[in-house]
């Protein structure tokens, strides 16, 4: 039982941590773009600690049974945060939508990219953009956003490890709904991690008109759920 208890308390301090992070990063403006948001209350279910079972609730994709081969078989702890080993290539899902105002558009670009095409509409309509646009790395940022309060809140990424490209394809305009779809492309064991593995990534950036407006390769390193055994 002792070993049980411990099992425990170790998913505890990691819902703990993840529904912190959500509970920082997710507010009215999560809420106002429709993102699934954590709705974890990580103190409530620390000082519950029902013995053998933590349920972590999240809006989204109902708990998963996790399984210690460690500890008795008897031990479910259904949670629902997404580990290394729930990736699978071809995997796809989508997230979204948020809007993009001119004001937005030149709020970014004045602290980040100060370029006339993305400042002022009637320098825009001289340039090759032929009208107010966003930023490529404002269009980054969204997809950004999108992504974690998609997934990345309820999971165990650790940090991105690089971007093979990231390729604009179309002008994000006033009023556009940016949404974004996702698809692994490739999921791989880490060589100096044994916790850890990487997922690759395809996000693809969308508007309402079905336009990708947005493409980046991204590889992303998330916890495993079960450490890789250690080599003979």
Not at 41 to 59: H, M, P, V, Y
Not at 83 to 108: N, R, V
Not at 193 to 218: P, Q, S, Y
């Amino acid at each position: 039982m002792e070993q049980v208890a411990q099992f425990e308390h170790s998913i505890l301090l990691v819902s703990a941590r993840w529904a912190r992070i959500a509970a920082a990063l997710t507010g009215d403006d999560a809420s106002r773009n429709g993102q699934h948001r954590s709705i974890m209350n990580a103190a409530d279910t620390a000082r519950s600690r029902a013995r053998g079972q933590c349920t972590l609730k999240i809006d989204g994709p109902g708990t998963q049974i996790i399984k210690n081969p460690a500890f008795s078989p008897s031990v479910r702890i259904p949670v629902s945060v997404l580990f290394w080993e729930d990736f699978a290539a071809g995997q796809a899902a989508e997230y979204g939508p948020l809007t993009i105002s001119a004001d937005d558009i030149t709020t970014f670009a004045r602290e980040f990219d100060p370029q006339p095409m993305h400042l002022d509409e009637a320098a825009a309509r001289e340039s090759m953009l032929g009208g107010l646009a966003a930023s490529g790395w404002h269009t980054c940022a969204i997809m950004m956003r999108l992504i974690t309060d998609g997934f990345l809140l309820r999971s165990t990424f650790m940090g991105g490890a690089g971007c093979d490209e990231i390729r604009w394809l179309a002008p994000v305009r006033p009023g556009d709904a940016l949404r974004v779809r996702s698809r692994v492309l490739e999921v791989r064991e880490s060589r100096t991690r044994a916790d850890a593995g990487f997922v690759k990534f395809l996000f693809e950036v969308m508007n309402a008109d079905e336009v990708c407006v947005m493409t980046a390769i991204v590889h992303l390193l998330f916890g495993r759920r079960e450490p890789m055994p250690a080599s003979a």
